[in-house]
């Protein structure tokens, strides 16, 4: 079944959760890489990552979203 990577930037004054990203993918190593990829590319959740400001979660689905 494939998954979902819910990830989460929170905000360092109030904890509060602010911005997520989903990450898809047919298994965990999938999302990782489109995480990854995505990294790369996007400065903002790239400094929230190397701050510790993100919170990850993981679910599984029956299906991945279609366009």
């Given amino acids: 079944m494939p998954w979902e990577?819910?990830?989460y930037i929170v905000n360092p004054d109030?904890?509060?959760v602010f911005m997520k990203h989903?990450?898809?993918g047919e298994t965990k190593d999938e999302c990782l890489q489109?995480?990854?990829e995505h990294l790369?590319?996007?400065e903002y959740y790239r400094?929230?990552?190397e701050d510790g400001r993100?919170?990850?979660k993981w679910e599984q689905v029956v299906?991945?979203?279609e366009v």
């Fill in 54 to 56: 993100t919170d990850d």
């Fill in 22 to 24: 989903v990450f898809f």
């Fill in 63 to 65: 299906s991945l979203p």
């Fill in 5 to 7: 990577l819910h990830s």
């Fill in 47 to 49: 400094a929230a990552e």
């Fill in 34 to 36: 489109v995480k990854a």
């Fill in 40 to 42: 790369e590319s996007c």
């Fill in 14 to 16: 109030d904890e509060k």
